[in-house]
């Protein structure tokens, strides 16, 4: 079974752009959430989408977006795009049952360097 | 606030030995807790999983244990093996909030 694949690998951007990465869940998997990942801060919970619906974001600015298909992919859209964002973006998959109590699959990251 | 902690950046234990690595949580509505593994450059990968409905999980050479009443997990690895160095980072769960919150990650170094 194929992991979660996430596109591009490797992005750089110049402040005041926008950016749209793309993550494919693993199959199967409906649960799609995102990450943000800097030197000593850890993961930081982005939002987390089932069914095309968002279920829960975490604490970032209104220019952190995302969506999911209906065919479970998502997306993530940062805008106006600041020297901060740099960083590894991650996307896990899982199956999304109603407890959670499940495990999430991290696909490689995305890494974003704001110039 | 963060509320997953994970108060040792790095650890360094020789082969062969056991590697612990301690993570401490606030919120006790928490009641599902991971370990991942993370190398350079790649996604986390997951290692080994426990409920609160239990305090101890056993997967080959790894083992968690949860502590509820001191709020405390903790990772054990035995033997340590050279493979082993990366960032581990623990994470939890509460019911129903379809989030996971991660601390900030240990580094673990075996040496040979």
């Known amino acids: 079974k194929a992991g979660v694949t996430q596109t591009p690998r490797y992005l750089i951007k110049t402040r005041g752009q926008q950016v749209t990465l793309s993550c494919s869940p693993i199959s199967g998997h409906r649960s799609v959430s995102w990450y943000q990942q800097t030197p000593g801060q850890g993961l930081q919970f982005l939002f987390e989408?089932?069914?095309?619906?968002?279920?829960n974001k975490g604490n970032f600015p209104g220019r952190f977006s995302g969506r999911q298909f209906s065919n479970s992919r998502s997306e993530m859209n940062v805008s106006t795009l600041e020297l901060g964002d740099s960083a590894l973006y991650l996307c896990?998959?899982?199956?999304?049952?109603?407890?959670?109590?499940?495990?999430?699959?991290f696909g490689p990251g995305t890494r974003l360097l704001v110039l | 606030d963060q509320q997953v902690k994970q108060n040792s950046p790095s650890l360094s234990v020789q082969e062969g030995r056991i590697s612990i690595l301690n993570c401490d949580y606030t919120n006790s509505m928490f009641d599902y807790f991971l370990w991942y593994k993370k190398y350079p450059a790649e996604g986390p990968t997951f290692l080994i999983s426990i409920s609160s409905i239990k305090d101890k999980n056993e997967d080959g050479r790894f083992t968690v244990f949860l502590n509820k009443s001191a709020k405390h997990l903790s990772l054990h690895i035995v033997p340590s093996q050279p493979g082993d160095s990366a960032v581990y980072f623990c994470?939890?769960?509460?019911?129903?909030?379809?989030?996971?919150?991660f601390g900030t990650g240990t580094r673990l170094k075996v040496l040979a």
């Open positions: 896990a998959s899982s199956l999304g049952t109603r407890s959670l109590q499940e495990t999430q699959y």
């Open positions: 989408y089932f069914s095309e619906t968002q279920r």
């Open positions: 994470a939890a769960s509460a019911a129903g909030t379809y989030k996971y919150i």
